[in-house]
């Protein structure tokens, strides 16, 4: 069973500072990483994806990849109490035309004002 | 607008019944899957399909079943079998090509009573 690790949390971060999620995962052959905010009672919404090592920057939000250290991590930048969510990390099966992602339990961040 | 809807949005099922759960999408996409997320818990795949009439099982198949008649359905049976169902079912589809990244329905939360 490949294993997806997240700090459960819960992570609190002042309004206009940096919230830092990271994820390990356990098989060496996933392609793509994928991060999804949750707000309570809702269904998960893609924030992003990645699938070269590096950063990827989309607005206030990058994720950072590292497959050597099987390691990807969200950074949200400028912290807004609306980002207050649970952040679960999905990565691909090795064998990625399947499709399958593989979930962590996810990290609930609260921003406070 | 193009999306993936779910219905009901809550369902209550006495003990001993079967239930379906409805899975909708007119994004022309071919992959289609069932997520169970319980409390805490991260996503856990119930069933997959990757074209019509095709489907396989995911890590907790158990107690449910599926069928893909057509492209845009995707309904999911939770049968008495399963001993306990209580729990928010997601829908998701994607794409075959990019990044197989999955978009997600907004879920029906089933309560058993």
């Known amino acids: 069973q490949k294993e997806v690790e997240q700090n459960s949390g819960p992570l609190s971060v002042p309004e206009g500072a940096i919230a830092s999620l990271n994820c390990t995962y356990s098989d060496r052959g996933s392609q793509s990483f994928f991060w999804y905010r949750q707000y309570s009672g809702k269904s998960p919404e893609l924030i992003m994806f990645?699938?070269?090592?590096g950063d990827k920057e989309d607005g206030r939000f990058t994720a950072q990849l590292n497959k050597a250290s099987q390691y990807v991590s969200l950074l949200i930048r400028d912290s807004q109490p609306s980002d207050s969510a649970t952040y679960l990390c999905a990565v691909t099966d090795r064998g990625s035309t399947l499709g399958r992602l593989y979930f962590g339990r996810g990290t609930q961040l609260t921003v406070w004002p | 607008d193009g999306g993936i809807t779910q219905s009901p949005k809550y369902l209550f099922r006495k003990e001993g019944q079967n239930v379906t759960l409805s899975c909708e999408q007119n994004?022309?996409?071919?992959?289609m899957y069932w997520y169970r997320q319980d409390p805490g818990q991260g996503l856990r795949l119930i069933y997959y399909s990757q074209i019509v009439n095709d489907f396989q099982k995911g890590d907790i198949a158990e107690g449910y079943s599926v069928s893909r008649e057509k492209k845009e359905s995707f309904p999911l049976t939770v049968t008495s079998a399963q001993k306990n169902p209580t729990a928010f079912y997601l829908c998701?589809?994607?794409?075959?090509?990019?990044?197989?990244?999955?978009?997600f329905g907004p879920g029906t939360r089933l309560t058993v009573l």
């Open positions: 990645i699938y070269s090592n």
């Open positions: 994004l022309n996409h071919d992959a």
């Open positions: 998701a589809s994607r794409t075959s090509g990019g990044a197989l990244e999955q978009f």
